[in-house]
Nanobody, 124 residues
Framework: QLQASGGGLVQAGGSLRLSCVAS????????MGWFRQAPGKEREFVVG????????TLADSLKGRFSISRDMMKNTVYLQMNSLKPEDTAIYYC???????????????????WGQGTQVTVSS
């Protein structure tokens, strides 16, 4: 089970770090991704980190502001978000999947398990 946390209300320009814990299991063997969904919009890929290895891929529009990391000892993946903008407001979801090739990291259907989402609201 994936449990996402760390969302909240932040002013534009601020930062948040989201966490996603795999409770009762392990992240070993899984690629991990963060997606977001704003009201009335489709789910959008944010960033992913592949297994095996640590190759990351980030949505072009978010480069320089968002990053992903993981702590395998804590079975936790993090999403660091800096210089937040009102348009970053969305529900953020973490997901894991096995045997995801790099080119498919941004496709939601590549992932097998999803967390419940955490709301991020950025005020102007």
């Amino acid at each position: 089970q994936l449990q996402a946390s760390g969302g909240g209300l932040v002013q534009a320009g601020g930062s948040l770090r989201l966490s996603c814990v795999a409770s009762g299991g392990t992240l070993r063997g899984y690629s991990m991704g963060w997606f977001r969904q704003a009201p009335g919009k489709e789910r959008e890929f944010v960033v992913g980190i592949r297994w095996p290895g640590s190759t990351t891929t980030l949505a072009d529009s978010l480069k320089g502001r968002f990053s992903i990391s993981r702590d395998m000892m804590k079975n936790t993946v993090y999403l660091q978000m800096n210089s937040l903008k009102p348009e970053d407001t969305a529900i953020y979801y973490c997901a894991i999947g096995s045997r995801i090739i790099y080119s498919m990291m941004g496709v939601p259907s590549s992932y097998d398990h999803w967390g419940q989402g955490t709301q991020v609201t950025v005020s102007s």
